[in-house]
Nanobody, 116 residues
Framework: QVELVESGGGLVQPGGSLRLSCTFS????????MGWYRQAPGRQHELVAG???????RYADSVKGRFIISGDIRTNTIDLHMNSLKPEDTAVYYC??????????WGQGTQVTVSS
């Protein structure tokens, strides 16, 4: 099976920052194939950020200028540095292949809550 393990979530106030991390098995792919998704209560998964062909970064319009994705090929890890967090960023964050996720390989995710 494919292993995807997310960590780093927590409770922060608006304007705060968090760093999420995802470690995955090589069977899932390489960092150039990976990205981040989020799911708010009652909503579907949405693309947040990820790597696309050529090693370029792609971000959802809602997070551009605030979030930065990075990766470490030595540890098969991708990170998501989140700054200037807003209440609407509250969601469970997942890593998966990007831009098309492996639908049967979602991890547990990590909860991000932005609240005063």
């Amino acid at each position: 099976q494919v292993e995807l393990v997310e960590s780093g979530g927590g409770l922060v106030q608006p304007g705060g920052s968090l760093r999420l991390s995802c470690t995955f098995s090589k069977r899932a792919g390489s960092i150039r194939d990976m990205g981040w998704y989020r799911q708010a209560p009652g909503r579907q998964h949405e693309l947040v950020a990820g790597f696309i062909g050529g090693g370029h970064e792609r971000y959802a319009d809602s997070v551009k200028g605030r979030f930065i994705i990075s990766g470490d090929i030595r540890t098969n890890t991708i990170d998501l540095h989140m700054n200037s967090l807003k209440p609407e960023d509250t969601a469970v964050y997942y890593c998966n292949t990007f831009p098309t996720p492996l639908r049967n390989s979602w991890g547990q995710g990590t909860q991000v809550t932005v609240s005063s």
